[in-house]
């Protein structure tokens, strides 16, 4: 008998509508034979809510309580489904992270997993029950409840496959699968039907928000097949999945955009060793996310460094460079909040020649002014003015013909 394990997302699980059409589709692959192992998300909306009303007591929580609060999230999904499936005559049974063993380290509120014990699991699967697991929880070894950071439900899922061996992972959410442009903003964008995980890891870090991206490293790491695909129909969705040599034929797999940096530019800083250590280290202290980064061309012993900064990272980025400053002898610092990185993905980049040259042209034929480049091996960024970047995704998408099939997948 095969093992399928099926993943809901907090919008599949929204209210006890949703849930019980979540039982609906757990009994029908029941009924197909298989064992069903469920990993949920909290119902939507619900750990966001959770995180207001702690902030309506203190505006500095402890890491600790805060896993505590947001993993009671999962409680509630989990137990509702156990009933729905119950209602339908199946036998089911709901598991927290602690209680199926999965321990992970003490960094809380983004803890790692250190090792699952699937024994449980598999006693109940055996017994013929469907087991129901909340995800993005776990257990720290001196038993404090951990969670595993936002979207880390995805995390569970794929470890979970991993450790039990399943011949499905499946991925519900409220989008048919993964697209080669975000649809809201290229008309037609198509659904991919196989992307691989290194592609992904790099959409998912990119800004589309589809998958968590850790769990995809994790996939990748133990060679999880992912299945992405709507709860809200049967078709079939995106299969992430391991490198595969027909995949190179496309040379793009996608284009994103990410609306959520700044960037930064510090004017003039003496061009000594040491000084880029100096501001890096300050900025990894206070954990800012940074990406781009970019050394000009000395001139008279001084040089410019830019970098890219996630916006929530923003004002502590800002707070810190004002005494930087004068801390290295730089001028000033600049400033600017409307960019936007625009980004294209495949693989196929390795064995093709000319894509950057031919995106650089895409965006120079609309007048599009690039600030800022950076490249991968499977990726190329540009970062553009905000308001330019939703013209900049359609020609892309256009001129790289991602809106047609290019290969039988
Ligand atoms: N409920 C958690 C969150 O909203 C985990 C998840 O949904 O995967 O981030
Ligand atoms: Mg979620």
């Known amino acids: 008998m095969s093992l399928i394990v099926q993943k809901f997302g907090g919008s599949s699980v929204a209210d006890p509508e949703r849930i019980k059409i979540v039982a609906d589709r757990v009994a029908e692959t029941l009924r197909a034979g298989h064992q069903v192992l469920v990993v949920l998300s909290a119902l939507g909306g619900t750990t966001d809510k959770l995180i207001t009303l702690s902030k309506e007591i203190t505006d500095n929580p402890s890491d600790r309580e805060m896993d505590m609060l947001l993993s009671t999230g999962e409680q509630i999904s989990i137990s509702l489904l156990s009933m729905a ?22 960094s809380h509120t983004k803890a790692r997993i250190k090792e699952i014990s699937g024994g449980t699991i598999q006693k109940e699967l055996d017994q013929g029950k469907v087991v129901v697991v909340a995800g993005f929880q776990g257990i720290d070894l001196s038993n404090n409840i951990t969670t595993l950071g936002r979207g880390g439900s995805d995390l569970t899922a794929v470890a979970l496959a991993s450790v039990l061996k399943a011949d499905q992972c499946e991925i519900y959410t409220d989008v048919d699968g993964i697209y080669t442009a975000d649809p809201r903003v290229v008309a037609d964008a198509r659904k991919l039907e196989l992307i691989s995980h290194d592609e992904m890891l790099e959409l998912a870090s990119l800004g589309a928000n589809v998958m968590n991206a850790r769990s995809v490293e994790f996939a990748k790491k133990f060679g999880v097949t992912i299945h992405v695909r709507s709860s809200f129909n049967q078709k079939d969705g995106t299969l992430i999945t391991e490198e595969a040599e027909k995949m190179e034929d496309a040379v793009i ?35 800012a996310n940074i990406d781009m980064i970019i050394q000009n061309v000395s001139e008279k012993g001084k040089t410019d460094i830019s970098f890219t900064v996630i916006n929530s990272d923003f004002a502590k980025v800002q707070k810190v460079l004002e005494e930087l400053c004068t801390e290295v002898g730089a001028d000033s610092v600049e400033y600017d909040q409307n960019i936007a990185k625009i980004s294209v993905v495949g693989i196929g980049m390795k064995s093709h020649s000319g894509v950057a040259a031919k995106m650089f042209e895409v965006l120079a034929h609309e007048s599009i ?32 013909d991602l809106a047609k099939e290019l290969i039988p997948e």
């Open 369 to 400: 002014n690039i600030k800022m480049i950076s490249t991968s091996e499977i990726k190329i960024s540009c970062v553009i003015a905000k308001d330019q970047a939703d013209k900049a995704v359609r020609v892309l998408h256009e001129e790289f």
């Open 253 to 287: 797999r996608g284009v994103t955009k990410n609306t959520e940096e700044s960037k930064v530019t510090i004017l003039h800083v003496p061009d000594t060793p040491g000084v880029a250590a100096k501001v890096f280290k300050i900025l990894a202290d206070v954990n």
């Open 85 to 106: 499936l119950h209602e339908l005559g199946i036998e089911a049974i709901s598991l927290t992270g602690a209680q199926v063993g999965i321990i992970t380290d003490s």
